[in-house]
Each structure stands twice: as structure tokens, then as C-alpha cells.
């Protein structure tokens, strides 16, 4: 039961990260154009970013679906959608804001949703690392 349980939850999480990946470098300008909705960063530094964050989910998803360094992976991610929710949760809180997330590199909405979405990816990131006893051979099944 445990392979199965932690197998799907590496197969989910992966599959989220490499389609978010890949539609944002299809739709590299409209990220990049979502990013730049946020002052957090200096204008030359966002085609870097364009790029960056789109490959380090991919590599997270190709880690993730082989599972190699599943606990280091896993707390990655966790990490990576806690930034991701932080970064826009000021737009629910003033709806002024306007802000539109391309996470999945179509420009959309942010609402309670994008949280609930996001909650429920970080608590599958948290069991991958809390639960996958180690990374050696039992975490690769794929």
C-alpha cells in the first residue's frame, strides 16, 4: 500500500509540474507578461525567470516521476508552490490588484481556487517528504 500511495502522489505532483512547465515556455510571453504584474523583481530579470522557473518544474517532474531524490524533490516542490501562493495571495486580499496568474500558461483568475489548488499540491509535496523513508531503490517503481 505504501508504493502505491506514494507512487501516485509522485505521479500527480509530477504530472501537474511538467504541464505547468511546458505550457509556459509554449507561453513563455504570456508568463513572463504575468510576471511582470508583480514588482518583485528588476525588469531585465524576467525572460531569465520566463525560463528558469518553467525548467526547474520540469526537472522536478522528470525527478519526481523516476524517483530519484524523492524527500529533496518532494520539500523542492512543497517549497517552490508555497512561493508560488505567496507571491499572489496579496491579490485576493486587494482585489484591486487585477492580477492574473499564467501558471498553467494561460493568463486566468486568481480566487480562492488558486489557493485550494495550491494547498492541496503543497499537503501532496508534505506526504512525499514526510512519508518516503528514503530516496533508494523501494521509491522507484517508474
Not at 507571491?87 to 498553467?104: K, R, T
Not at 488558486?114 to 518516503?132: E, K
Amino acid at each position: 500500500m505504501y508504493i502505491v500511495l506514494t507512487t501516485s502522489a509522485r505521479i500527480v505532483l509530477a504530472a501537474v509540474f511538467i504541464f505547468s512547465g511546458v505550457m509556459k515556455l509554449i507561453k513563455q510571453d504570456e508568463f513572463i507578461e504575468s510576471l511582470v504584474q508583480f514588482s518583485f523583481l528588476h525588469t531585465s530579470l524576467f525572460p531569465l525567470v520566463g525560463i528558469l522557473i518553467p525548467v526547474v518544474e520540469i526537472i522536478l517532474a522528470i525527478l519526481l516521476t523516476v524517483g530519484f531524490f524523492t524527500k529533496m524533490v518532494s520539500l523542492s516542490a512543497a517549497g517552490l508552490i508555497l512561493v508560488f501562493t505567496a507571491v499572489y495571495v496579496p491579490v485576493l486580499i486587494d482585489p484591486s490588484a487585477n492580477a492574473q496568474c499564467a501558471c498553467f500558461g494561460v493568463s486566468s483568475d486568481i480566487n480562492i481556487w488558486f489557493v485550494v489548488r495550491n494547498a492541496l499540491l503543497f499537503g501532496i509535496a508534505f506526504f512525499l517528504y514526510r512519508w518516503v523513508m528514503h530516496d533508494n531503490e523501494t521509491n522507484k517503481v517508474l
